[in-house]
């Protein structure tokens, strides 16, 4: 495979040499490409992996979205989804309440609760347990995605429990997975200026490698596009590859573009098209060892997520019905999206549309 546009920098040459040969790119590799302004080829050798890895697959689930408090301790500033206790807007739903809920929004396909919220030290560990039992005693077919790394670091602290114990007991109560949330950037420089209340970055890292290692398959999230470095990126992805060298537990790594605090916030506040194809593109040919990468369309929007299956990505999420966090700042998207609407925009790709469980095992192939 050659190289689109015709180029004489030799730079690029070597790392498409690279890439061809399945070598592993280094952090200098990465520098290069995100200060390159040569979309195209950096898109053209993230299709060349998933290509590679995938085939012409992109994967989409049938799942939803569940929030059971949004009483949170930390006041991390890149966040408007929190609340304190008492707040006009804050809430904290008990299991029942929330198989309430979904007993009127669910669809006979869902495969999947995806969970997160608050940290709210006003309930105890039993709650957040009592939370997902409940789930998982009404709907047993549906695995439970539940509590980010960040959240399991909260539970060891108000429990006084190790991390090995916290999911041992989550997996009691039902848990099956942990979705990616609560990395934002594996930077404790940029964690203290973004006032990330919560795991640092090698906690956050310890819970997935525990996890890893009795048995949980998860995922990893960056969310980009505020303060952090590109430099502080790329350090994001190689801390992520390095903890895949040692468990291989991760499925799939999703780059989030930070919603701006309100939707009638301006362009200059968004992530531009560029640079989420960009990190798209990068992150494919960086974290080489994890099976695939996802584009969000909750955050980029349904179009450039369709252009993003040419730009490396392998998964499109799912149906979600009615995100809320990014949803809560500035997010213009669609809350979710149907199964025939996820299919019609994987085929418009020129891909394949395969329906997923949550461990990626084929459920239909349209």
């Known amino acids: 495979m050659s190289i689109i546009i015709p180029t004489s920098d030799t730079r690029m040459a070597e790392i498409a040499e690279k890439v061809h040969h399945q070598e592993r790119l280094t952090l200098e590799d990465g520098l290069f490409l995100y200060q390159s302004d040569d979309l195209l080829t950096i898109g053209q ?14 994967y989409f689930i049938e799942n939803m979205t569940l929030y059971f408090t949004n009483v949170c301790e930390a006041h991390c500033a890149f966040c408007n989804y929190r609340k304190d206790e008492g707040q006009e807007g804050a809430f904290t739903h008990t299991g ?31 709650y957040y347990k009592d939370c997902i039992r409940a789930l998982k005693d009404k709907y047993p077919h549906v695995a439970i995605k539940a509590y980010t790394a960040a ?23 039902g848990l099956d997975t942990m979705p990616g949330g609560g990395a934002e950037i594996l930077s404790d420089h940029y964690r203290q200026k973004m006032r990330v209340e919560k795991a640092n970055m090698e906690e956050w890292l310890t819970v997935h490698r525990t996890a890893h290692q ?16 590109l430099q502080q990126r790329l350090e994001h992805m190689i801390l992520l590859r390095e903890l895949q060298d040692e468990t291989n537990g991760f499925m799939v790594f999703i780059p989030l573009a930070v919603q701006p605090i309100s939707q009638q916030a301006g362009i200059k506040r968004r992530t531009s098209a560029f640079d989420d194809l960009k990190t798209i593109a990068i992150s494919r040919l960086m974290v080489d060892n994890f099976p695939h990468i996802k ?19 392998s998964d499109v999420h799912g149906t979600l019905v ?34 997923r469980d949550t461990f990626y095992n084929v459920i239909e192939t349209y």
């Open 45 to 58: 050798l993230a299709n060349e992996v998933n290509l590679r890895k995938n085939g012409k697959n992109v």
């Open 96 to 126: 029942e309440e929330m198989i309430r809920y979904v007993e009127q929004h669910i669809t006979p396909g869902v495969r999947e609760f995806h969970i997160t919220g608050g940290h709210n030290d006003k309930v105890s560990f039993q």
């Open 151 to 173: 959240e399991i670091d909260f539970f060891s602290r108000i429990s006084g429990l190790s991390y090995r114990q916290v999911l041992e007991e989550l997996r009691e109560a």
């Open 214 to 229: 009795m048995g949980y398959k998860t995922h990893a999230t960056m969310l980009y596009g505020s303060i952090e470095s």
């Open 295 to 313: 584009a969000y369309f909750i955050n980029i929007g349904t179009q450039l997520t369709q252009l993003a299956l040419s730009f490396g990505a």
């Open 322 to 355: 009615r995100e809320r966090i990014s949803h809560s700042a500035g997010a213009l998207t669609p809350a979710g999206l149907t199964r025939d609407e996820l299919i019609w925009l994987v085929k418009g790709a020129g891909k394949i549309p395969v329906e």
